[in-house]
């Protein structure tokens, strides 16, 4: 099967002269670009410095459009790669072998709110914040959060299965999905179920395009369920002395049969860098080795602080600090601004290399002093943070002072024993960032060579010219 | 792709005495059945009185000795249809071809509670029921609660996605399922994911298999995610003088910001009929049409009260009759064996065909008037019960008086008319009962030509003998 796939790649054609003259007549001339700077736009994500140029950029506006655009793309051999607003962090969206970028950008409507049925339809072009302030006016919620909710949209967030802090207690993407149309790379039109809560007819096709990289087919529109919103929040900043200690509280929250709407985990640099690049005002003791950021929300306030109150009580059994209580939305906002500015303070500060690893929420303690030994053995310093309640910690690997041709040659090494270590505590090498191109080669290390296979027979059957985003997920 | 699973049904061969002498030596004599008896209890479920009979029974031990029955039929063309308790009601575990049951009753350990990480590894044969008991005990709680949760196995669960009341606030089947281990068709093991509630690793091989009603691969290790166990309940049964109004404020509940932990919907002749085949005492009032059974759950009797208050408010305006509020465990074990017993009772009466129609939940009024409809132009009677809060609707249709010619020549049409209007109602055939033998032939209604396609085309990848239950979901 690898052998089929490297042969396909083989044969793209070039975009030529022919091919821009459908596409001008078939969009219009002015979402038809093949311009330096366009495809310097559409060339890179935000996945570290990595740039790809498409050959060509499509902005398409509806569904019959982008049929006709895979259509002509798989009939001549041209190899697409989707996108949204690369937000991405895997590389999914890089146009690996040139060809088109077809971006969604201008699938941005939110077609329909049911309030009656407490579903949303809309397009895959939509801000995943967008959404979520339109259904909030009728009280209604649409959790996934990724860090980059301001920017990002539903169809990158469907792509990558994409989490964020509510993943908690609501779920990641791929728990929101009921129905999605796609377009498949034949240009063939299909719905993959039907808009309801519960469904046993036949194979569940939605769950295997939500989290396939585009690879499969182009979502362009999506049935999402909506939960009624919850009113009240309160958030947490809990300090302690010690990484391991805190990783070990964040299991004993839910063993004490409490469901927080976030928990995370910040390592005591991620807050210092993030506050050296932000106005976020915070006295923190010289002795504080983590922070984790709790959250719980609900429609009655009382019963929330009830519980902030049992979480001090959990807390204090593994030597917490003082804990800062925030129940003003100026408070709760600063906070949650902190967490979110973490991934870009932390990458602004060096060359890095970001892993989403994950595990049982128990063994989070384990995998982070596994993580530091290895960057000790390997010579590269590690800043640490994330979902820790799902037991999903970004590990951003620093280059630091570490050379050149360590940080080339060594450094790959020194992951594949990060993700051995996830694999050996029940996790694996993706939480909610994806393989796309640069997880792809650790695939190995998690699942067996008949399950990758059997995934390199699905791409196959869904997309056998090998046209839709080439050179991901798998190696 | 239709002619060619015609073709693979031909080709089965026959099972003779080596093949028996090879289970024999493999799995021993006492777990070879060839008895007519044996074949007798293994030749039907609960679907309707149909019965296929299997040529041999087979009840295995560990995943090893099911990957050699496996890797053995796969070689030698020997149909093998997995079963569990037999508690479907799509017949999804009947042996249509004959050739092999597999049984996979002896699979039936809870193999490891994980307290820390809130999980549960489990085989498939343990029921339903003691997995809810064994976690209880550690005060965590496993929510897919199917009528027949005190026989039906984790297993059958799993290949049909089953629900049950809790569903609506806690999800299905799948939303519980981390990872499986599954015995391929040539006898190859694999792990689908891993353990870890975020996963963003490749495609979703795990919910692929879940609702896939063992046409894929044998499941015979599954890690559950649980989750805290919530400690307090209380139980309304809400009755109305006309069935579309109840079926009305189903969703007014949720769009009033409720989140019940069960919501039922029952017609009176089910009621009725349940009445008489138990001792539950009620007195129901002669112009009462239909009842709601609504639960609320959680951790604050307080709250719980005023969440009662609250639904009382929503339910008047739709003109319900006196609420009957259980709040001692007797009360609420009489309403909920009650409804459990409606499935039962209904079907005791009369020649039935089982429908298990589920649409977005404001469109269940139209629906039910719907069935109704079709029912005085067709000439059945329905009895209708379920889920309504998911919308899910089971469709009793009565055969009563109905002529054989017009039930065996007619009924087909109006199933079809119903499942159209499910359909054109935003849903589709089976919200959680499987399509397996008998909905089969109604598939085109709700999935489109080139949906199908795909789904036969991941079935002969990972069954290219088309060894593994055979003849079902599609036809």
């Known amino acids: 099967m690898a052998n089929l796939i490297k042969f396909a790649y083989m044969k793209y054609k070039k975009i030529n002269f022919d091919d821009i003259s459908f596409f001008n007549n078939l969009l219009g001339n002015e979402f038809v670009y093949s311009d330096d700077s366009s495809r310097a736009k559409y060339s890179h994500d935000e996945t570290e410095d990595l740039k790809y140029f498409p050959e060509l950029v499509l902005t398409p506006n509806n569904t019959n459009e982008v049929s006709k655009i895979l259509d002509y793309c798989n009939s001549n051999l041209i190899p697409i790669t989707p996108c949204g607003a690369r ?164 299991s004993a929250v839910f063993r004490a049969g409490i469901t927080p ?6 390592e005591r640099d991620a807050i210092d860098w993030t506050k050296k690049y932000s106005d976020i005002e915070l006295n923190i003791d010289d002795d504080v080795k983590a922070h984790l950021l709790v959250e719980v929300d609900g429609n ?88 820790a309640g799902d037991g999903n910690l970004h590990v951003n690997i620093i280059k630091g002072n570490m050379s050149d041709n360590d940080w080339n040659l060594k450094l790959s090494s020194g992951i594949r024993e990060i993700f051995k270590l996830t694999k050996k505590l029940g996790g694996t090498i993706s939480g909610e960032h994806g393989i796309g191109l640069v997880q792809k080669e650790y695939m190995d290390i998690v699942l067996s060579k008949k399950n990758i296979e059997l995934q390199k027979g699905i791409k196959q059957l869904f997309d056998p010219s090998y046209i839709l985003n080439p050179g991901k997920i798998f190696s």
Not at 93 to 99: A, K, T, V
Not at 115 to 126: A, D, K, S, Y
Request: proline share 4%; glycine share 10%; charged share 25%.
């Open 261 to 266: 709407s976030a928990l995370e985990f910040i």
């Open 300 to 387: 009655d306030l009382e019963r929330l602080y009830k519980e902030c109150e049992h979480i001090f009580e959990v807390m204090q059994g593994f030597d917490c600090g003082e804990i800062l209580l925030a129940d003003s939305e100026i408070q709760k906002n600063s906070l949650w601004k902190l967490r979110r500015s973490v991934g870009e303070a932390v990458k602004s500060n060096s060359i890095y290399k970001e892993e989403d690893t994950v595990v049982p929420r128990a063994e989070l303690a384990k995998l982070l002093k596994g993580v530091k030994d290895i960057g000790k053995a390997y010579g590269f310093k590690s800043v640490c943070y994330g979902h």
């Open 87 to 250: 937000t991405g962090l895997s590389g999914g969206s890089l146009p690996l072998f040139g060809g088109v970028a077809l971006s969604l950008e201008r699938f941005n409507s939110i077609i329909k709110i049911d309030e009656r049925n407490l579903q949303v339809t809309v397009e895959p072009g939509v801000i995943n914040q967008e959404l979520r302030d339109a259904v909030e006016k009728k009280n209604l919620f649409y959790p996934p959060d990724p860090a980059s909710k301001g920017s990002c949209t539903l169809g990158g967030n469907l792509a990558e299965n994409a989490g964020g802090p509510k993943a908690l207690k609501y779920g990641v993407t791929k728990d929101y999905v009921l129905n999605l149309e796609v377009v498949l790379p034949n240009g063939e039109i299909i719905w993959t179920g039907a808009n309801v809560l519960k469904n046993s007819t036949g194979y569940n096709l939605t769950q295997l395009f939500v989290g396939s990289e585009g690879t499969l087919g182009i979502i362009t529109k999506i049935v999402f369920k909506l939960i009624p919103l919850p009113t009240k929040d309160i958030s947490l900043l809990v300090p302690f002395n010690s990484s391991e200690k805190a990783c070990e509280a964040v």
